[in-house]
């Protein structure tokens, strides 16, 4: 629950040890799982991001994303920059106390795994639960998948300390390629979750739930699918706005969701981050692109977006 300190040294050691050894570093998925792994099984739990004296000001930072097929190797390249995006957040201050949690999301009309949903951590155990994820592979071809069982979880079964004691959003990133299915269906949530639902809830109202919580990005990478594809795409910005985003480059993932954060935070300006991304030797042009819009669209107000007017002129949750 977000104890502990990142080491990238002993990620690089055990990015080593999987090499030597012949292992991936989605070892749980490639020894042929076809079960949620215990550890990031949704059935019951609670994901909780909390403060405690090594860690006072947590942020809460989820990212879910699609391992139906339609995303390829995007899963695996997220991997692989992990050091690249805690570096970004932690040494240039991006954030004090960043509490990252990993989920995937598939299909739940056909997968056997359509939600998996780690904790929230401040150290190398984010690998570990990354290692667990069952990268499926499945989907059901028709351009559509279960993103909103993941919204309805994020919604309903976090804690988030940033949140409860300073008012403050955490930030939801949903990594894919496809539509969600326009209602969280009552049966679903019962065979996933655990939880008892009187009625179905449209999408719509999911989204807006979530976003009290999360300040809420749609990434859309090159490389997949439906990459570009304008149903795809006006589905999510009419949910969104301009955080539905599209990045022409799968590979600035990481950079795009570290500098969002920092945008968000208010730790930098657009030109800042982008000349930090150049300082670590990493791509800008592709980042720029995607975030003009975001940065160009920040102090509009949310309720444009379809949020509840509850949310209208709060400063504390309004960062766009």
């Known amino acids: 629950m977000g104890s502990g300190v990142w080491s990238t040294d002993v990620y690089d050691a055990a990015d080593r040890y999987r090499r030597s050894t012949g292992r991936s570093a989605f070892a749980y998925s490639d020894s042929g799982a076809r ?98 994820i069952v990268l499926e592979g499945g989907g059901g071809g028709q351009m559509t998948e279960s993103y909103e ?19 403050r959003r955490g930030y939801l990133f949903v990594i894919g390629d496809e539509l969600a299915y326009d209602r969280v269906k009552a049966r679903e949530v019962r065979n996933v979750c655990g939880d008892d639902l009187s009625e179905d809830i449209p999408v719509r109202r999911i989204v807006s739930e979530v976003r009290r919580k999360f300040d809420t990005y749609y990434l859309l990478p090159k490389g997949s699918s439906y990459a570009g594809n304008t149903t795809v795409l006006d589905f999510w910005r009419g949910l969104l706005g301009q955080n539905a985003i599209e990045l022409d480059d799968p590979d600035a993932v990481c950079e795009t969701i570290a500098l969002l954060i920092g945008l968000g935070e208010a730790a930098i300006d657009l030109e800042g981050g982008l000349a930090d991304l150049a300082e670590a030797g990493l791509r800008a042009d592709s980042v720029s692109t995607a975030l003009e819009p975001v940065d160009q669209g920040r102090g509009r107000v949310l309720a444009t977006w379809g949020l509840p007017t509850t949310l209208q002129g709060d400063d504390r949750i309004s960062r766009l």
């Open 35 to 132: 079960t949620v792994h215990q550890k990031l099984d949704p059935r019951g739990a609670v994901r909780e991001s909390r403060d405690s004296q090594e860690h006072p000001d947590s942020l809460a930072i989820a990212v879910v994303f699609d391992v139906t097929g339609s995303m390829g190797d995007v899963p695996r390249v997220l991997q692989t920059k992990l050091p690249k995006l805690l570096g970004l957040l932690l040494r240039k201050n991006y954030a004090r106390d960043p509490q990252i949690l990993f989920g995937a999301v598939g299909d739940a009309t056909c997968d056997r795994v359509p939600l998996q949903i780690g904790q929230f951590e401040s150290d190398n155990r984010m690998d570990d639960d990354l290692s667990r």
């Open 149 to 167: 069982l993941a919204l309805y979880y994020l919604a309903r079964h976090t804690e988030l300390d940033c949140f409860t004691k300073r008012g």
